[in-house]
């Protein structure tokens, strides 16, 4: 499986963006997605995951009212959707998928594939 991210930028605090992941390779085999991201001098940390069927969906606690994870089956793609950006959500932001059918993936090691990153910086 390989992932492609893609949607970041700069952005005024307040604003909003819309990141993509598309899933390619053996796509049959994903249960979940999820998006982590990474601040400079911090750990990679868990944003939001869903699982393939969208019944199943949970957000760190920072995120939660503002970001909005979906995904579209038919393109293989995984989209966050971030509003009401704050400078503290500027990181690299990676996408990743399992294949375990670990619901929900909140942790780094219950991932197989990864993204290569999508930087977001908020300006404020």
């Known amino acids: 499986v390989q992932l492609q991210a893609s949607g970041g930028g700069l952005v005024q605090a307040g604003g909003s963006l819309r990141l993509s992941c598309a899933a390619s390779?053996?796509?049959?085999?994903?249960?979940?997605m999820g998006w982590f991201r990474q601040a400079p001098g911090k750990e990679r940390e868990f944003v939001a995951t869903?699982?393939?069927?969208?019944?199943?969906?949970d957000y760190a606690d920072s995120v939660k009212g503002r970001f909005t994870i979906s995904r579209d089956s038919a393109k293989n793609t995984v989209y966050l959707q971030m509003n009401s950006l704050k400078p503290e959500d500027t990181a690299v932001y990676y996408c990743?998928?399992?294949?375990?059918?670990?619901?929900?993936?909140?942790?780094?090691?219950?991932?197989?594939?990864w993204g290569q990153g999508t930087q977001v910086t908020v300006s404020s």
């Open positions: 869903i699982n393939w069927s969208a019944s199943i969906i």
């Open positions: 990743a998928a399992e294949g375990r059918g670990t619901y929900p993936a909140r942790r780094e090691n219950e991932y197989d594939y």
């Open positions: 390779g053996r796509t049959f085999s994903i249960r979940s």
